[in-house]
């Protein structure tokens, strides 16, 4: 009974949310301009859209994604660095830090990331890598281990120099790794920051505040790159990772990035499917007639599932009856859940509490 019931529970959660889901996020993707994107979900990395995400391209500022991630794994972000001098190039955003002021890895990853500083991130390359290049070494040896295949860095702040390229794709693979990273995702989900020193700093990506499911992740912009963001979401429970690439105004980036944002949300959600504590299951006490042990389950289990998917939620094993003496917490038996046929989830039921040799059981049956 109770099996058919979880079954029960997994369909309709299903067919309810079905319901909810408008035709248009089924039709094949949004209208996407931008010469390369791509989206994917973050939870498991599963793509949901691309085009031409494996094309190598200049990708701007965006390349302080993976300084972030070299600087996050060479430092806390408590650590108290030194701003170093830098001359940038013409048109080259800055974040008007002050060379010689002492500033934590906290606040030069909010330079760095939210007005984009060519300064902070100049920064962090020598301050942690004793030097650019070292630094930069760095940055292509985390992008091997990451996969990123068709990715290569020649400097940590993403001017157009020869040698630094990513491709949608990649670049969406690294944001999934570092929004992984609480401090990092707090910080590119601020529409504005203000450092220990005083200085206040805007986020470029002014999607971020505009639109309250909007959590990150960074802007770019060069001559030779167009263009860029690298985009997330959250709604729902799910969140979903954009990237635009080689756009022809701040417009319609952002165009872009909201359409692809958008789809990937309307695709899926968190479901709760089983609950820690909770009875799944009453077997009779064979030495008790009318008296059941309560089978409860040992964890919590959610999914973040896309619409259409098949959810099959059912218990295994549940003996027909038991005895004492029996331990509290001890395993009788399963739940199972498949997703499109394959097992993600088993959860052990066990005894809610123990059986005493004669003694009474846990519930009266209902």
């Known amino acids: 009974m109770v099996g058919q019931l979880l079954a029960g529970v997994a369909v309709l959660c299903v067919w309810l949310w079905a319901l909810d889901i408008p035709a248009s996020a089924s039709s094949g993707g949004p209208d996407v301009l931008a010469p390369a994107a791509a989206l994917i ?14 094309q190598p391209r200049a990708i701007a500022s965006t390349t302080k994604l993976m300084t972030a991630y070299v600087a996050l794994r060479h430092a806390p972000l408590w650590r108290v660095l030194t701003v170093q001098p830098y001359r940038p190039a013409p048109e080259e955003t800055v974040a008007g ?62 001017l157009d120099t020869p040698g ?27 529409p504005s920051a203000r450092l220990r020193s005083g200085l206040v700093l805007p986020n470029l990506n002014d999607l971020v505040g505009r639109y309250w499911y909007v959590i990150g992740i960074k802007t770019g912009h060069t001559s030779d790159a167009g263009y860029c963001l690298v985009g997330a979401a959250r709604r729902r429970g799910a969140t979903v ?18 359409a692809l944002l958008n789809d990937g949300l309307s695709l899926y959600r968190r479901v709760e499917l089983i609950t820690a504590g ?17 089978l409860v389950a040992r964890r919590s289990v959610s999914l973040i599932v896309r619409a259409g998917s098949k959810l099959d ?40 509490v123990g059986l005493a040799p004669g003694a009474a059981a846990d519930a009266p049956a209902a």
């Open 41 to 54: 979900e973050a939870d498991t990395g599963a793509v949901i859209y691309e085009k031409s995400a494996s």
């Open 241 to 258: 990772i954009s990237v635009v690439l080689g756009e022809g105004s701040e417009a319609a980036r952002d165009r872009d990035s909201l």
């Open 278 to 294: 909770h009875v799944y299951a009453r077997v009779p006490v064979s030495d008790h007639p009318g008296v059941r042990l309560a």
């Open 313 to 352: 939620v059912y218990r295994s094993g549940v003996p027909s009856s038991v005895h004492g003496p029996l331990a509290p917490h001890i395993r009788l038996a399963k739940i199972i859940v498949r997703q499109n046929g394959r097992i993600v989830a088993r959860v052990a039921l066990v005894s809610r």
């Open 97 to 158: 830090i002050v060379a010689g002021e002492r500033l934590s890895v906290s606040d030069l990853l909010k330079a760095m990331l939210l007005p984009s500083g060519g300064d902070a991130a100049n920064t962090l390359a020598v301050d942690l890598g004793g030097g650019v290049s070292r630094f930069v070494g760095w940055m292509n040896a985390a992008a091997r281990r990451l996969g990123m295949r068709h990715t290569h860095y020649s400097t940590p702040v993403g």
């Open 164 to 190: 630094n390229y990513s491709t949608a794709g990649d670049l969406a693979h690294l944001a999934r790794a570092l929004m992984r990273d609480a401090g990092f995702a707090a910080i590119v989900d601020m």
